[in-house]
Each structure stands twice: as C-alpha cells, then as structure tokens.
T-cell receptor
Framework: GAVVSQHPSWVICKSGTSVKIECRSL??????MFWYRQFPKQSLMLMAT?????????EQGVEKDKFLINHASLTLSTLTVTSAHPEDSSFYIC??????????????FGQGTRLTVV | AQSVTQLGSHVSVSEGALVLLRCNYS??????LFWYVQYPNQGLQLLLK??????LVKGINGFEAEFKKSETSFHPTKPSAHMSDAAEYFC?????????????FGQGTRLTINP
C-alpha cells in the first residue's frame, strides 16, 4: 500500500509553546488529508479534513485557532498546536487519500505523533 | 449519518483458536465498511474493506469478513489466531459518493492472544 509518513513520532514541549506535526504522502498525491486525535485506549476522533489548496473543515468542538491545519501541496499537510497546554497531550494521527473515501478510495494512515505538553 | 458499533471492547482467545470480531453498522443505505488494525504507538493499517464489489472479502493476516446486509454486520474472522494478531482493531464506515469523505470509527476492540 501507499506510504504516509508522519513526523515527529513523539514530541515533548513546554506549556505555552507551539508544535508543528508534518504528514507527507510519499508515493501518491493526497487530495484529501485527515487529522485525528486519539486518547489512551479510545477510538480516533476526527479533528479536521483538508483538501489541497483549500481551508480545512473542522469538526464541531475543535478549535480552529488552536489547531492550525495547512495543506499547501498534494503531498504535505501540517498540524500546528498553538499555545499548547497539558490537556492537548494526546496521540495525533494523520491520514491521506488520493480520492473520495466515499468512492471506495483507501485512506492511508501515518504512524502517529505522541505529543506530551509539560 | 452513518455509525458503527463494535461489540466487545476486549476479546481474548487462545493461540490457534478462532478469532471473531464484531461490527454492526447503522446507515440508511449500504455504506462502505473498513476494518483497521493498530499496533501499540503506531498508526492504522487496513485489514479489509467492503466496497460492494463482493460480499465476502479477504484481507491481510489471514482475516476475512462477510458483509451481511440483512444483519447490518461486517464481522472479520480468522481460523487460527497467532500471537502477532494481538492489537487494537477498529471498524469504520463511510458514506458513498462524492462528498462522503469521512471515516467514522467504532470504539475499538482489543484482541489478546493467550499462549
């Protein structure tokens, strides 16, 4: 299957600082990218969907100004957690698709980033 | 809106025994259904998917599942469990057609294999 690379795999930052997480599709053009948050022993919660060149669509309850998503190219999307606080500590996972999931196109997942805010 | 329910947050089987995971969906029209496997501190890997081409689908790692519209179910099975099957498994659903971009995930099932 196609490869989605997420970087970094883990990061520790101080409260009040910002952290950027990158998600790259290595061997295909990702027209759509998704960002999820996963709490320990829980399911994935979709945070936002981004289409290349367009503003991200955020899920209800997700703060747009806190979780900045940029999808500037067909192979790269970034999630920036601004002014991070301990409650933002979580496992963040990106996913990328070259077409519509509703058309049966597979979405491929990155390996995740564990963010710890101290 | 589509949703899925995974029955059993934790399944434990002996090595060599049958593995059965359970997922029921709720949707006004038959959706697309997916199962993903997640190993600790890793992303998700597609286990198998139903996209209407065939109701019986084969996936990776020896899993297969049958889409049953009458039961609104998509339950993967594996005849003989292996220690490497221990992981978290997620069922997911999406709608069909343009605009159906989202995957909605179930709560997850943790599979434990006993030696």
């Amino acid at each position: 299957g196609a490869v989605v690379s997420q970087h970094p795999s883990w990061v520790i930052c101080k409260s009040g600082t910002s952290v950027k997480i990158e998600c790259r599709s290595l061997d295909f053009q990702a027209t759509t990218m998704f960002w999820y948050r996963q709490f320990p022993k829980q399911s994935l919660m979709l945070m936002a969907t981004s289409n290349e060149g367009s503003k991200a669509t955020y899920e209800q309850g997700v703060e747009k100004d806190k979780f900045l998503i940029n999808h500037a190219s067909l192979t790269l999307s970034t999630l920036t957690v601004t002014s991070a606080h301990p409650e933002d500590s979580s496992f963040y996972i990106c996913s990328a698709s070259s077409g519509w999931v509703g058309g049966g196109t597979e979405a491929f997942f990155g390996q995740g980033t564990r963010l710890t805010v101290v | 809106a589509q949703s899925v329910t995974q029955l059993g947050s934790h399944v434990s089987v002996s090595e060599g025994a049958l593995v059965l995971l359970r997922c029921n969906y709720s949707s006004s029209v038959p959706p697309y259904l997916f199962w993903y496997v997640q190993y600790p501190n890793q992303g998700l890997q597609l286990l198998l998917k139903y996209t209407s081409a065939a109701t019986l689908v084969k996936g990776i790692n020896g899993f297969e599942a049958e889409f049953k519209k009458s039961e609104t179910s998509f339950h993967p099975t594996k005849p003989s469990a292996h220690m490497s099957d221990a992981a978290e498994y997620f069922c997911a659903v999406s709608g069909r057609g343009q605009g159906a971009q989202k995957l909605v995930f179930g709560q997850g099932t943790r599979l434990t294999i006993n030696p």
